[in-house]
């Protein structure tokens, strides 16, 4: 019997309805944690100081939520931010957008 074993990192790219990259997710895995960072893509919707930084990160540890900043209150774009990502812990991969899965050099798409 397979014992299936899930990469140490994925790389999710969340594309809009034109096909145009808005957000690059990383996902990696240390010990029992899952680490979801969510990144603005290197392209022209965003702007210059914006692209391809870190927007937000997420620990979970089968427990609980850390997030690496506290916040006490999340604005508009935070909070779509943060949707995305709960979206992907809770439902992985089955959201109401379009994501393609590739490999860390974003070459080779994954099914999933």
């Not at 594309?15 to 603005?40: H, M, N, P, T, W």
Request: hydrophobic share 40%; aromatic share 10%; with cysteine.
């Amino acid at each position: 019997m397979e014992t299936k074993v899930e990469p140490k990192l994925q790389k999710l790219i969340i594309r809009d309805s034109k096909g145009i990259e808005e957000y690059v997710i990383l996902i990696s895995r240390k010990e029992k944690k899952k680490i979801y960072s969510i990144f603005a893509a290197d392209n022209e919707i965003w702007t210059e100081e914006s692209r391809g930084k870190r927007l937000m990160k997420l620990t979970v540890d089968g427990d609980f939520i850390k997030f690496n900043k506290k916040y006490k209150k999340l604005d508009f774009a935070q909070a779509q931010y943060l949707r995305i990502l709960l979206n992907l812990e809770s439902h992985f991969c089955k959201t109401s957008f379009p994501v393609v899965v590739t490999d860390i050099d974003g070459e080779n798409p994954i099914k999933v």
